[in-house]
């Protein structure tokens, strides 16, 4: 599969489609940039110059749009807007995003130990700050579906102030201190507090646990592919992406 050095490049194009959600607080330009790397990397293995195109959509709608039109073939969506917006007709979902060898994370309502705070209920009019990265993009749509299964109303009717936070850090820091009562954060997040400062676990208790729940899944679109060999290739490239030192960054 490798390429000769002394070989033609087949020339060839990659367009990529990624919900704004999927990459919360990570900055455009960096995300641009990693998939050319990438791109170009992998291409050149596999006999291609490729030249890469990355866009991040705020609306999937427009994203949908896009790849109806053949415009985008690799699109990475966040899990809840992948359910809720049509893309199952157009896209293939292949893979899904490993971090520390876990598939998927579970999310955490957290309060301070001996506040009262001890059952869902007993959270009704406090404050909020919710964990709002890239890779937690789930633990807000499951906080939202908990309080509506317990008939308790949207995020913002039943706190009384709803905060955000860009690092598992600062949110669990904010109710250590007690600056908001609750907080919204990953599971693995927390272990990493609790492991670095073993006085947060002492005082922070968990009063809800999500399921696990997977964030993006990384889609192959149907159409706009110049060749069936591209998309395959793509596609075997995308599975050996670990043992790619460029596709590891």
Request: proline share 3%.
């Amino acid at each position: 599969w490798a390429a000769d050095r002394n070989s033609v490049l087949e020339e060839a194009s990659l367009n990529v489609g990624i919900t704004q959600t999927a990459f919360l607080n990570m900055n455009r330009n960096d995300v641009e940039a990693s998939f050319k790397a990438f791109s170009e990397t992998v291409g050149l293995r596999r006999g291609y110059r490729i030249t890469t195109k990355t866009q991040i959509f705020d609306d999937p709608s427009v994203l949908l749009a896009a790849i109806q039109d053949g415009a985008i073939q690799l699109t990475i969506i966040d899990s809840w807007k992948y359910l809720s917006t049509d893309f199952r007709g157009l896209t293939t979902p292949y893979f899904i995003a490993t971090e520390r060898g876990q598939v998927g994370k579970r999310f955490l309502l957290l309060t301070r130990r001996g506040s009262g705070l001890d059952t869902l209920s007993d959270l009704k009019g406090k404050a909020i700050v919710k964990l709002e990265i890239a890779s937690a993009c789930m633990g807000p749509y499951w906080l939202e579906a908990l309080l509506q299964a317990n008939h308790f109303g949207s995020t913002e009717q039943f706190f009384s102030q709803v905060t955000t936070a860009g690092k598992p850090s600062s949110a669990v820091l904010l109710v250590f201190f007690g600056a908001k009562q609750v907080c919204l954060v990953d599971e693995s997040g927390f272990e990493v507090m609790k492991e670095l400062n073993p006085q947060v676990g002492k005082a922070l208790q968990v009063v809800a646990t999500s399921e696990v729940l997977v964030d993006a899944v990384l889609c192959v679109s149907s159409v706009g592919w110049p060749s069936e060999k591209q998309k395959q290739d793509l596609i075997q490239s995308l599975g050996e992406l670990h043992l790619d030192p460029a596709g590891m960054q």
